[in-house]
């Protein structure tokens, strides 16, 4: 049961706590970039590169953490993963 827990984080380089931290950040972010474009929508002339300026900064800081973080690619054979 721990293991359903433990499994994802530990493929992108993080402990339990840390991936939860992360997540929650970029929930944050996006609550934020949500916002800015429910704004947008009543104010068209507000917000108007806002959402499209979070998404990106948002992609771009998980795909940097994802690189900075991901432990060493296991060997295979095949491209299938030894153990599966």
Same mark, same amino acid.
């Given at each position: 049961?721990?293991?359903?827990?433990?499994?994802?984080?530990?493929?992108?380089?993080?402990?339990?706590?840390?991936?939860?931290?992360?997540?929650?950040?970029?929930?944050?972010g996006m609550l934020v970039? @949500?916002? @800015?474009?429910?704004?947008?929508?009543l104010l068209p002339f507000a917000f108007q590169?806002?959402?499209?300026?979070?998404?990106?900064?948002?992609?771009?800081?998980?795909?940097?953490?994802?690189?900075?973080?991901?432990?060493?690619?296991?060997?295979?054979?095949?491209?299938? @993963?030894?153990?599966?």
């Amino acid at each position: 049961m721990f293991r359903a827990f433990t499994h994802h984080p530990e493929t992108v380089g993080e402990t339990y706590l840390e991936h939860m931290g992360s997540a929650w950040s970029f929930a944050g972010g996006m609550l934020v970039g @949500a916002g @800015a474009c429910f704004l947008h929508g009543l104010l068209p002339f507000a917000f108007q590169k806002t959402g499209s300026q979070r998404i990106a900064g948002l992609y771009d800081r998980m795909v940097m953490n994802r690189r900075r973080h991901a432990p060493p690619v296991a060997e295979t054979f095949l491209g299938i @993963a030894d153990g599966i």
